[in-house]
């Protein structure tokens, strides 16, 4: 990953961080909020593929784990954001992605993502987890969320990182 670009995704996963925790918790629904971070390692993977995926995944989760009012057993967030990674740089990495493939593609990571954080905090009896029946209650309204912010977050966010993608060597 070219400095440029690293710099770039860490700007991207940094300012998602930071309105996911102040401003996204004032438009909850059902106590959910959007997942910021979770569309910037889906746009990470359809860009870049699954091993720079997975790394901003891990990195991003960890962020999101440990960012103020974490209150959650650490490492939840970086396990669903690395399987999260792996799964959206797998689909299809020869075609760019279209908006119906990317709000798909969006809606299964944002499933599997609130699934994981979910599962886990109910395996691992995290007092700030969920009853088992709100379990799937927050996850639909999670795959929500990410599917409706889809349109303002990801065109951009791909568009910026095809734009600092630096040309093979060797071409013509």
Do not use: I, K
Request: charged letters at 10%; hydrophobic letters at 60%; proline letters at 8%.
């Amino acid at each position: 990953m070219s400095a440029l670009r690293a710099v770039a995704t860490g700007l991207a996963v940094l300012v998602a961080l930071l309105l996911q925790v102040t401003v996204a918790p004032h438009v909850a629904w059902h106590g959910v909020v959007p997942d910021l971070v979770l569309l910037v390692v889906v746009a990470v993977a359809l860009a870049r593929g699954p091993n720079p995926a997975m790394v901003v995944g891990f990195a991003a989760g960890l962020l999101v784990d440990l960012a103020p009012p974490a209150d959650h057993v650490a490492g939840r967030w970086a396990l669903a954001l690395v399987l999260v990674g792996y799964l959206a740089g797998r689909l299809r990495p020869d075609v760019r992605p279209t908006a119906l493939s990317s709000l798909a593609t969006v809606a299964g990571c944002a499933f599997v993502g609130a699934s994981v954080v979910a599962l886990t905090g109910l395996v691992l009896s995290d007092p700030a987890g969920v009853a088992t029946g709100d379990l799937m209650l927050g996850v639909l309204v999670s795959v929500a969320w990410d599917v409706a912010l889809t349109p303002l977050v990801l065109p951009p966010l791909l568009a910026l990182l095809r734009r600092l993608e630096t040309p093979e060597r060797g071409t013509a």
